[in-house]
């Protein structure tokens, strides 16, 4: 089982920034993709970010050119700089990754933080 396990997020003022991480524990598992998605109420989860080692980072429309996806291979870690943050950047931020464990493939999910940014 790969557990996934967020820090950051919190409040912050428009135009402000924050960062968020995501390292992912367990025994005998490879990630290929890793990233990031924010969910609002009433709405379904959405992308914001992903990564893998094959294409590079890949971004929502509505987030490009501010949020920055970076990962630590080594260290099974994620990262989401979020820059320039938008009241609708308001959500709860869920770190997700696929991959290979010996018992076939999985997807985990991480617990969630949220994100409030106020105008």
């Known amino acids: 089982q790969v557990q996934l396990v967020e820090t950051g997020g919190g409040l912050a003022q428009a135009g402000q920034s924050l960062t968020l991480s995501c390292a992912a524990h367990?025994?005998?598992?490879?990630?290929?993709?890793m990233g990031w998605y924010r969910q609002t109420p009433g709405n379904e989860r959405e992308l914001v970010a992903s990564i893998n080692p094959y294409d590079g980072p890949k971004y929502a429309d509505s987030v490009k050119g501010r949020f920055t996806s970076t990962r630590d291979y080594a260290a099974n870690t994620v990262y989401l700089k979020m820059n320039s943050l938008k009241p609708e950047d308001t959500g709860v931020y869920y770190c997700n990754a696929k991959g290979d464990t010996e018992a076939g493939r999985y997807e985990s999910w991480g617990q969630g933080t949220q994100v409030t940014v106020h105008s």
């Open positions: 367990g025994m005998g598992f490879t990630i290929h993709d």
